[in-house]
């Protein structure tokens, strides 16, 4: 079932496409429908999922690419960001050129029901009775072609994920040569708030940040205006999404086809069963290692861990989850929080380093992790700095993209690893808070939702 370059759009065909689709709703999931829809994963069941992602999957990645080419201040127009966009528009074309079940055998009683409708003039594609992703009612019917088509797709699907890797490594050295731009020709919007005397630019444009956080020295040199702040959120935030859908798909279908097996507690990437204390060793040993590697420090701070309430403690507590999300997180943390303690005890302090305190609660809606350090704290007015994409404390290292990606970062330097960390947090309903001492350490909240009933909050 190859797809012949005829199949692809041109490019004026291209953007209007992606014009119309952009307008289009997205579709919510949660953990649990995806947990319920992945439990047996069959060939047919794989056929509907296919159905879903391939009407889904367009959507979010139109609203990115309008996004992407009308950002402020002249961003659209940094080359690693144009890079970053034509990588969306070769992901777009890719799903609109991938030949619909029925073109390729599938028996039509296999389908879902689709239709074609006028829209404000205009033929619009729907999909009835895709709007929830639910478990289909199972059909035993097993056929070659839906095999071979779910398989295809499969492989479409790992392309754009590949093609989508450094996305990350790209924005970040986007936003970085707009920086760069700002100080080259002194218009930095950030800067220009701070000068009093630049009333017409207070005139036209709303505060961007509030007074007294600009009285901080750091705040110029790494703030960045708020407009850019909240589409970097919601770009991704969409990342996220995008990446889960993908991920999962990708895992039911190689179990589906025979390629793979997930263990006993897991549907797809998802753990029925995550283990809290599991997680939280191994996103410390690997922070200890990153530590080690930079600094060279032989007996670094150690952890002590308590599980359960101020009455009862517990060996561990289990949840639905998805266990490289939690690990990016805790992994951010402790980094931060090593490296907070060792720069100010020393490098050869060794045992005499206080320990990271970490603290598990359940409660009935939320289990909420607390991870406590005497790394001497942060400023109260430079709180806020540290959820700002390329602030960091840390010595400013190279984007290399061997160096950073979803699943490997260095100890610290790119002011990406907080930020992003809330926002898988909050991708399952959770939260990310910091609380600080200055003088004594700082406290990390993050709050997860045990009930996994949340949709996705997805951007619009």
Partial sequence: MAISSASLPAASNLRQMIQRTAKHAQ??????????????????TILRATQF??????????????????????LSSMSSIETVTEWYHQSFADLASFPAPEE?????????????????????????????????????????????????????????????????????????????????TKSNPVRRQMDMTARAFKRTHPS??????????????????????????????????????????????KASLGKSKFPADHVGIICTKTSIRDVVTQAYDNAIGVLQNASGVLNPPQIKMYIGSSTCAKNDVNFMYVPSHLHHC?????????????????????????????????????????????????????LPLIWTYLYTTAEKQELESNL??????????????LPLSRLYSRYWGGDLRVISMEGFGTDAYVHLNRLSNCDEPLPS
């Fill in 104 to 184: 390729c055998g599938i028996p039509r009683k296999l389908l879902r029901e689709q239709s074609f409708e006028k829209e404000d003039g205009k033929t619009a594609f729907e999909v009835r009775r895709i709007q929830r992703y639910c478990n289909p009612l199972e059909d035993q019917t097993a056929l070659k072609e839906v095999n071979e088509y779910n398989a295809k797709f499969m492989e479409c699907l790992e392309v754009i994920k590949r093609r989508h890797d450094p996305v990350a490594l790209n924005m970040a050295q986007g936003i970085q040569e707009l920086k760069d731009h700002w100080k080259a």
């Fill in 27 to 44: 579709t919510q999931v949660s953990l649990k429908q995806m947990v319920e829809f992945g439990s047996k994963p069959s060939p047919t």
């Fill in 404 to 417: 950073y990606n979803d699943f490997r970062a260095p100890m610290a330097g790119f002011g990406y690893g």
């Fill in 330 to 382: 805790l992994f951010e943390l402790f980094k931060n929080s090593l490296r907070a303690t060792v720069e100010r005890y020393g490098t050869d302090a060794d045992d005499e380093y206080p320990p990271i305190k970490v603290v598990v609660a359940e409660g009935n809606e939320d289990i909420t992790i607390k991870i406590s350090d005497e790394g001497g704290g942060i400023r109260r007015s430079g």
């Fill in 208 to 253: 961007l940040y509030p007074s007294q956080l600009l009285k901080n020295p750091d705040a110029a040199a790494n703030l960045l205006p708020t407009d850019l702040q909240s589409f970097l959120d919601r770009f991704y935030m969409s990342r996220i999404g995008i990446r889960m859908l993908i991920g999962q798909h990708v895992a039911l279908t």
């Fill in 53 to 74: 992602i391939h009407h889904e999957l367009p959507i979010r990645i139109a609203k990115r690419v309008v996004e992407l080419e009308s950002l402020p201040y002249n």
